[in-house]
């Protein structure tokens, strides 16, 4: 099997959108490989699982699924026909029966963390000066400036409800721990990853690598398509 054989899709994490991924799709396009960004709607874990399954069935043949953030509890619920690895970039991976919060507040939270609270509509928008203290605090001026322009809100929907049984549990998976996350503390990061036995790649980046440090994601998210490529 080619690498042309095989798709990537991407997700998106909260308070983000497609755009996040973009240099990690211009790398892997320049290496023929066949890519796509799932729209997530932010509004319930059922829908962005929903709107990620409607993404699947617009691609063909095997599977490599990433998720940053909030959507490695996404992808870990996708329909699994096809999936063949799981990639998970600075990601929550919640357990069968936990919630996403339950992993996100598993420690103390980092000092430059923002103070998240639900508006009037039950939806939570990052403070703007939350891009550069925490989410994104490697990026430039510039491409900051974007994130907090097109940031979605996550609905307390995704957050507070319990997952099913996660794919990871028979699905090959590989971990980014970014040592420099704001977000989702480093020391979480490692203990989801480690009881995933995922392939963990520890990196100096921030919460938004895809953005911040692109040629990490990309040589990880190879890594899983050459193992499904050779297996």
Known sequence: MAIQDVSVVLAHGAWADGSSWAHVITALKAQSVKVLAAP???????????????????????????????????????RPERVKALVYVTALAPDQGEKVADVFYRIEPHPEA???????????WLPDNAFAAAFAQNASAEERAVLAAVQRPISLSCITVPVGRP???????????????????PETQRY???????????????????????????????DAIQWVTTN
Not at 69 to 77: F, R
Not at 114 to 124: E, Q, R, T, V
Not at 167 to 185: C, G, H, N, T
Not at 198 to 219: F, R, Y
């Open 40 to 78: 997530l709607p932010l509004t319930s874990l059922a829908d962005d699982v929903a709107a990620l399954n409607r993404s699947l069935d617009r691609t063909q043949g095997p599977i490599v699924l990433a998720g940053h953030a909030y959507a490695g509890a996404v992808i870990a619920l996708a």
């Open 114 to 124: 923002p103070k998240l609270a639900p508006d009037s509509n039950g939806l939570i």
């Open 192 to 222: 989801m990853a480690q009881r995933m036995k995922a392939k963990i790649t520890a990196h100096a980046v921030d919460h938004t690598p895809s953005v911040t440090a692109p040629g990490v994601v990309v040589d990880i998210i190879r």
């Open 167 to 185: 794919l990871w549990k028979y699905i090959p998976s590989w971990f980014l721990v970014a040592e420099q996350d704001r977000m989702i503390a």
